[in-house]
């Protein structure tokens, strides 16, 4: 059964930070591309980041720019996403996302082009 599990979330202070993890089961992630979407509470779901299947290129969302770092670790067969200096409107279900895009050596934002969604996890950031 193909499955991806994030884990990581939880309260946080303003400022704080976390390690999600978006970890694979039943297929291997070094042939994807890798997407975090996030949705809050009455809010769409939007991308928040991504990284290629080959080279590592990566894409940020304007409002997480140095903030948040993507990164894979294909031997764990586990992609990570870094979030530092949380704000509250980062509040929201953080949702890893895995497809095989047009091309290997750079990633979109789009969640249409993503096959294979996790569950989602929850972070919450207030004081």
């Known amino acids: 059964q193909l499955q991806l599990v994030e884990s990581g979330g939880g309260l946080v202070q303003p400022g704080g930070s976390l390690r999600l993890s978006c970890a694979a089961s039943?297929?291997?992630?070094?042939?994807?591309?890798i997407g975090w979407f996030r949705q809050a509470p009455g809010k769409e779901r939007e991308g928040v980041s991504c990284?290629?299947?080959?080279?590592?290129?990566?894409t940020y969302a304007d409002s997480v720019k140095g903030r948040f770092a993507i990164s894979r670790d294909n031997a764990k067969n586990t992609v990570y996403l870094q979030i530092n200096s949380l704000k509250p409107e980062d509040t929201a279900v953080y949702y890893c996302?895995?497809?095989?895009?047009?091309?290997?050596?750079?990633?979109?934002?789009?969640?249409?082009?993503?096959?294979?969604w996790g569950q989602g996890t929850q972070v919450t950031v207030s004081s």
């Open positions: 996302a895995a497809g095989q895009l047009r091309s290997s050596w750079f990633c979109v934002m789009r969640d249409y082009e993503y096959d294979f």
């Open positions: 039943g297929f291997t992630l070094d042939s994807y591309a």
């Open positions: 990284i290629s299947s080959r080279g590592g290129s990566t």
